[in-house]
């Protein structure tokens, strides 16, 4: 069956870095879009950054030029780098796979928790 498995979360200082990571089985990784969205207590999911299956990426405003994206097809892993972080920072964070546009298949892993304290 599909796995995500999200690891890296934890506590840390404003200002300090995080790397997360999202190992992958039970799909053919390098097809899929692969992101990583976050959930805030009391707040929506929100996307924080996506990266394609040719390597382009994308980022909500709030991250760029602190977070960084990236994949290893080779380890079915992607990865999120995150420095200078911010309070606002804190939350779950989530790792998505999807497959498809108009009509798509997704999975989730099941959450890493991210706490920045100031």
């Known amino acids: 069956q599909v796995q995500l498995v999200e690891s890296g979360g934890g506590l840390v200082q404003a200002g300090g870095s995080l790397r997360l990571s999202c190992a992958a089985s039970?799909?053919?990784?390098?097809?899929?879009?692969m992101g990583w969205y976050r959930q805030a207590p009391g707040k929506q999911r929100e996307l924080v950054a996506t990266?394609?299956?040719?390597?382009?990426?994308n980022y909500a405003d709030s991250v760029k030029g602190r977070f960084t994206i990236t994949r290893d097809n080779g380890k079915n892993t992607v990865y999120l780098q995150m420095n200078s972080l911010k309070p606002e920072d804190a939350a779950v964070y989530f790792c998505?796979?999807?497959?498809?546009?108009?009509?798509?298949?997704?999975?989730w892993g099941q959450g890493t928790q991210v706490t920045v304290s100031s």
């Open positions: 039970g799909i053919t990784f390098s097809l899929y879009k």
């Open positions: 990266i394609s299956s040719s390597g382009n990426t």
């Open positions: 998505n796979a999807r497959l498809g546009s108009a009509t798509y298949i997704e999975y």
